[in-house]
T-cell receptor, first 113, second 116 residues
Framework: EDQVTQSPEALRLQEGESSSLNCSYTVSGLRGLFWYRQDPGKGPEFLFTLYSAGEEKEKERLKATLTKKESFLHITAPKPEDSATYLCAVQSTQGGATNKLIFGTGTLLAVQP | GAGVSQSPRYKVTKRGQDVALRCDPISGHVSLYWYRQALGQGPEFLTYFNYEAQQDKSGLPNDRFSAERPEGSISTLTIQRTEQRDSAMYRC??????????????FGPGTRLTVL
């Protein structure tokens, strides 16, 4: 069964303190791995898509990396406005053409000034 | 419109009533998805459409749940004979099949359903 596990569940950082969030996945065949940011009361906001092991993508203070078993979201010198829940999701090749996303439970990040 | 819109934003209903939730995807987006999100959890897939065709409904929990997209644009998720366990945030997303970004799903603000 396709599964996504995110850790830690919650992370508190001081402004400027770099860290990484982990997303471990089990999937029969990976079509894509996605990172989203979700602010309280809002829908998930798309950040990155990664398709193959070794791929990396960057956006401002965020960098996402992918291996065959996990993905990391690295946050460099975070600011308070980076505080949010970060969701990881996978698309599997199982089941044919379905494009459904399988989400993890997220990491709640709090960055203190 | 600029983004995915959903209505109503909040719906309170009594157990046993039917509800209809509406999703208006990003203009031109071919694919439309419905998810349900419990507090503190990631979204859980319900169903999705390409154009007007329902491609996958494997996530619909039971036969009280149904969805349609008759003209390939706006979609309605209907829950019949609502139960308290149906209370959740219902989210819609859309994506464009064309180009390098075809896999990216853009989410709406959601409809918060409360069944009393």
């Amino acid at each position: 069964e396709d599964q996504v596990t995110q850790s830690p569940e919650a992370l508190r950082l001081q402004e400027g303190e770099s860290s990484s969030l982990n997303c471990s996945y089990t999937v029969s065949g990976l079509r894509g791995l996605f990172w989203y940011r979700q602010d309280p009361g809002k829908g998930p906001e798309f950040l990155f898509t990664l398709y193959s092991a070794g791929e990396e993508k960057e956006k401002e203070r965020l960098k996402a990396t992918l291996t065959k078993k996990e993905s990391f979201l690295h946050i460099t010198a975070p600011k308070p406005e980076d505080s949010a829940t970060y969701l990881c999701a996978v698309q599997s090749t199982q089941g044919g053409a379905t494009n459904k996303l399988i989400f993890g439970t997220g990491t709640l990040l709090a960055v203190q000034p | 419109g600029a983004g995915v819109s959903q209505s109503p934003r909040y719906k309170v209903t009594k157990r046993g009533q039917d509800v209809a939730l509406r999703c208006d995807p990003i203009s031109g987006h071919v694919s439309l998805y419905w998810y349900r999100q419990a507090l503190g959890q990631g979204p859980e897939f319900l169903t999705y459409f390409n154009y007007e065709a329902q491609q996958d409904k494997s996530g619909l929990p039971n036969d009280r749940f149904s969805a349609e997209r008759p003209e390939g644009s706006i979609s309605t998720l209907t829950i019949q004979r609502t139960e308290q366990r149906d209370s959740a945030m219902y989210r819609c997303a859309s994506s464009n099949l064309a180009g390098d970004s075809y896999n990216e799903q853009f989410f709406g603000p959601g409809t918060r359903l409360t069944v009393l």
